[in-house]
């Protein structure tokens, strides 16, 4: 499979619930990580896994948590839903070669709003 | 605390001229350098990268040129195209902390 597939591509969730957002790599790429993009904002690191365990996290609160799977999908986990959790949701993928000559590849997001 | 900055959040410029990009960031400890371009309801999509131990990187009509001494990159495009308008956001990397982005810019290719 080529490219990376999120779903949903528009969720509404009301403050408080639980949300799970789903991310489908690029057959290989055994690296994965996901970003928070608020309107007007650069995507925000959120956290990366390699080969199943989180490698990498940036600045989130616990409530943001993740799996990887083995046949390279991967989910986002965010409890307790915030206001401030509206944004869209990237999720990124990249191979063993590592992602500096090819890139992360990104998909094309997740539009969360938490009313 | 923005570690990367895109100082200009629009940029305009007409059909086959250059376009430059500029971007600075502030931890000195990035070692990657990446920059993607977005257009609406896409994803980031990889332009160019380069490794903080080079000083320029080509592929075709984007060159794009790091002073580390300044902390300073800048993308080039050369010819600009209609196709090249988009936001063009600016990248760092450390091992594996994930990618720092700037706010990006839009550029704007004028017929």
């Known amino acids: 499979e080529t490219g990376v597939t999120q779903s949903p591509t528009h969720l509404i969730k009301t403050r408080g619930q639980q949300v799970t957002l789903r991310c489908s790599s690029q057959s290989g790429h055994n690296t994965v990580s996901w970003y928070q993009q608020a309107l007007g904002q650069g995507p925000q690191f959120i956290f990366q896994y390699y080969r199943e365990e989180e490698n990498g996290r940036g600045n989130f609160p616990p409530r943001f948590s993740g799996l990887q799977f083995p046949n390279y999908s991967s989910e986002l986990n965010v409890n307790a839903l915030e206001l401030d959790d509206s944004a869209l949701y990237l999720c990124?993928?990249?191979?063993?070669?590592?992602?500096?000559?090819?890139?992360?590849?990104f998909g094309s997001g997740t539009r969360l709003t938490v009313v | 605390d923005q570690q990367v900055k895109q100082n200009s959040p629009s940029l305009s410029v007409q059909e086959g001229r250059i376009s430059i990009l500029n971007c600075d960031y502030t931890n000195s400890m990035f070692d990657y350098f990446l920059w993607y371009k977005k257009y609406p309801a896409e994803g980031p999509t990889f332009l160019i990268s380069i490794s903080s131990i080079k000083d320029k990187n080509e592929d075709g009509r984007f060159t794009v040129f790091l002073n580390k001494s300044a902390k300073h990159l800048s993308l080039h495009i050369v010819p600009s195209q209609p196709g090249d308008s988009a936001v063009y956001f600016c990248?760092?990397?450390?091992?594996?902390?994930?990618?720092?982005f700037g706010k990006g810019t839009h550029l704007i290719i004028q017929p």
């Open positions: 990248a760092a990397s450390r091992g594996a902390d994930g990618l720092t």
């Open positions: 990124a993928s990249s191979g063993d070669g590592g992602p500096y000559n090819y890139g992360y590849t």
